[in-house]
């Protein structure tokens, strides 16, 4: 007999060889009948595998987490057989599930187009109505490649070939179409549900190289049903809305040329933006008591080479080499000059800790494929410090920086923050004994900050683990941003020391920590957390004065050098335009505030004041109008101090 440990902790005994299905029936019929598949130990299995060895088990119903990818996988191997019903002759390659979906790439002489997508999508609603059964298979290598041989399929003999041969070859059959699959699967295609949708087609090269011949990848989205799916795509079509790219046009804030991939050019309202940014960030930093530095960008590659980065990141450098034959590298990371500062002069355990930042831009190539916008970038501004402590400072040290940034991120409007621990990679320099330290210094800094955290196994630096901070958007989606890393190695790789209090030599622990990250996709994110309507103190332009007509160009004039003399960020805008169309063009562009002047207004020294996503206007005097903007412009940080003051 085989002891099976249930969620509730409760165990039974099976006859080995017992299947899942068996399992399900032996608690409830009507668990069985909702069963779709089994967790043994973690690990998705089919309902009709036998079990043969004692597992922690759990029978996954469709409602389960875990079932999605499940439909998923199910629903790419039945577009795979509607698209080779409707186009016979197309070869089947590979279909992984992924974020929010699949996709299967297919070979065939003419490509696919989107045309195409709602003739398969219909024949996949057809096949999932029949409720044909998933079925397994074990077969030999010599059968599965004679088989898909005489088939015409011969990327799937290349597939068999790759299988390594100590792994069984499974087939699966849902009715008579089969494929070369590991599983697991649902019982039937019936149990996929209509909660699907085929959204595009694009160019993918067989096993990812431009060397090979070129296929049709057709993408879907899947879901348990047609309400989740239905809100996929509002989201989805809320993201359209909020691409910053598309944005970053309206607002008139920065734009991208094929000149410089991966690189951003800021427009004034953009790079406005981006030092409001820099300036609040600085505020916080000089009151949390780092300074300010500036490190080359390019440095000799024998410092790269030094401090490990060339052995884990030299094919992602951007090198150039002088009419001297030395080797330069433009530097993906700001640590090593950081340390080279802090090694400037010597530095006492009084000194300590030692807090150094930079706004410094760094350079690292990216595939061309993944550049995307501001998000994903090769030419980017990190908000980067290094804390230079000593051992007993460590957690004092990350929980003050842990609270700065919980502080930031709901100052911008951040109230989800996901914080996840990594730990050691596989790849990565100094010795397990110093790894165990600086992971447990860093987890009891997490103990003593109260709150939960996500493990994030073998995702550190190759230099030490660190805490990832994750923040939800508006919409629900979630970008990683600030790090604290705990790195213990190195500082003596690149020769830092301090003199104790025993008057001898020690290592720094340094703490890396970047809050925003790369400023370049912060922006990116603000600009689709807020779907560009920015709080007032963060906006690029605060103001537009504009007339009704031309007989208050002079007085707008006036209104207008009132606010910057106010300090406000403020446009004028006097064309010969019907007021309608300027404040639609203004509020198109984020405009927080319309200041409309007309001969009334300039008779009585008022302003109509018109806010972004509001119908209703109000009038009030110039002197109150500004008073009343300037109170709402103050930032966050500032508004601490006053308060601070105050008390």
Same mark, same amino acid.
Not at 356 to 361: C, L, P, T, Y
Not at 432 to 441: G, I, L, N, S, T
């Given at each position: ?24 029936e ?17 690990e ?21 987490a ?30 992984p599930? /992924? ?7 297919? #070979? $065939?002489?003419? @490509? =696919? *187009?989107? &045309?195409?997508?709602?003739q /398969?999508e219909a024949r996949?609603?057809?096949?999932? #109505? $029949?409720n044909? @059964? =998933? *079925?397994? &298979?074990v077969?030999?290598r ?17 597939l ?16 008579d179409?089969?494929d ?5 699967h649902?019982?039937?295609t ?12 694009a160019?993918?090269?067989?096993r ?6 070129m ?9 348990a049903?047609e ?8 989201r989805l ?44 960030m ?28 060339w ?7 951007y ?5 001297d ?12 000059g ?11 355990y009084r000194?300590?800790?030692?807090k ?6 760094v350079?690292?190539f ?46 911008f ?8 621990f990594s ?5 990565r320099?100094?010795s ?10 860093l ?11 996500e493990?994030?196994p073998?995702e550190?630096a190759f ?6 901070y ?7 989606r ?17 020769g ?10 020690h ?11 790369s ?14 309507h920015?709080?007032?103190w963060?906006?690029?332009v ?11 160009d ?10 910057d003399a ?5 446009e ?6 019907k ?13 927080p505030?319309?200041l ?16 972004l996503?509001?119908?209703d206007?109000?009038?009030?005097p ?9 109170a709402?412009?103050?930032a ?12």
């Open positions: 007999m085989i002891s099976l440990t249930f969620p509730d902790g409760s165990k039974r005994e099976f006859k080995p060889g017992v299947t899942g299905a068996e399992v399900a032996s608690i409830a019929k009507s668990l069985a009948k909702k069963a779709v598949a089994v967790e043994l130990d973690g998705l299995k089919d309902l009709a595998e036998p079990i043969e060895a004692a597992a922690k088990i759990k029978i996954v119903t469709r409602e389960d875990r079932a999605l990818e499940l439909i998923r996988h199910d629903c790419a191997h039945v577009m795979a057989e509607a698209v080779q019903e409707l186009f016979p002759g197309t070869q089947v390659t590979i279909g599930v /992924i974020e929010n979906g699949f996709y299967y790439d297919f #070979a $065939r002489e003419e @490509p =696919f *187009t989107l &045309e195409d997508l709602p /398969i996949m609603r057809e096949i999932i #109505a $029949r044909a @059964p =998933f *079925t397994r &298979e077969w030999s010599d059968e599965a490649k004679r088989v898909f041989g005489e088939m015409g399929e011969s990327y799937k003999v290349q068999v070939d790759a299988i390594p041969e100590d792994q069984t070859i499974r087939i699966y059959r849902q009715g179409w089969f070369l699959c590991r599983g697991p649902m019982p039937s019936g149990k996929i549900g209509n909660g699907f949708k085929l959204m595009k087609v160019g993918a090269y067989w990812g190289d431009s060397n090979n011949p296929l049709t990848r057709i993408y879907g989205t899947a879901w049903s309400a989740d799916l239905k809100a996929h795509l509002d079509e809320e993201a359209e809305k909020r691409d910053h790219r598309r944005l970053g046009r309206e607002m008139d804030l920065y734009h991208f040329q094929e000149e410089a991939p991966g690189a951003v050019f800021w427009h004034p309202k953009g790079w406005t933006l981006f030092q409001q940014l820099i300036n609040y600085r505020r916080r930093q000089h009151d949390a008591g780092y300074v300010e530095v500036n490190s080359p960008d390019m440095m000799d590659r024998s410092l790269w080479e030094q401090s490990g980065h052995e884990k990141f030299g094919e992602n450098m090198t150039s080499q002088t009419p034959e030395r080797v330069y590298a433009l530097k993906p990371m700001n640590c090593p950081h340390i080279q500062i802090f090694k400037n002069g010597l530095k006492s000194d300590l800790p030692r150094i930042a930079e706004f410094g831009k350079h690292r990216e595939p061309s494929g993944a550049l995307h916008g501001l998000m994903r970038v090769r030419h980017f501004t990190q908000d980067d410090a290094h804390i230079f402590c000593t051992e007993e400072q460590i957690t004092e040290e990350c929980v003050k920086v842990h609270d700065l940034m919980m502080k930031i991120y709901s100052e409007g951040f109230d989800e923050v996901i914080v996840k730990d050691r990679p596989e790849k320099v100094g397990d004994e110093v790894w165990d330290k600086a992971e447990a210094a987890r009891h800094a997490v103990s003593v900050t109260g709150g939960e955290v493990l994030n073998g550190g230099y030490g683990p660190k805490l990832e994750v923040l939800r958007d508006a919409i629900g979630d970008w990683q941003c600030g790090t604290v890393q705990v790195d213990l190695n190195l500082p003596g790789r690149l830092a020391f301090y003199i104790g209090e025993d008057g001898e030599k290592v720094p622990v340094m703490l890396h920590r970047a809050m925003f990250g400023l370049e996709r912060f922006t990116g994110i603000l600009v689709e957390h807020h779907a560009g920015f709080p007032l963060l906006a690029p605060q103001a537009v004065v504009t007339t009704i007509t031309s007989d208050a002079a007085y707008a004039g006036k209104v207008r050098a009132a606010l106010a300090g406000l960020r403020a004028l805008d006097i064309r010969n335009e007021i309608n169309y300027k404040v639609r063009e203004h509020s198109l562009a984020k405009v505030a319309i409309v002047c007309g001969r009334r207004e300039a008779d009585e020294g008022t302003v109509n004041i018109r806010r996503g509001s119908k206007q109000v009038t009030l110039l002197e109150d109008a500004i008073a009343a903007l300037l709402e412009a103050v966050p940080d500032q508004r601490d101090r006053r308060s601070e003051k105050a008390a």
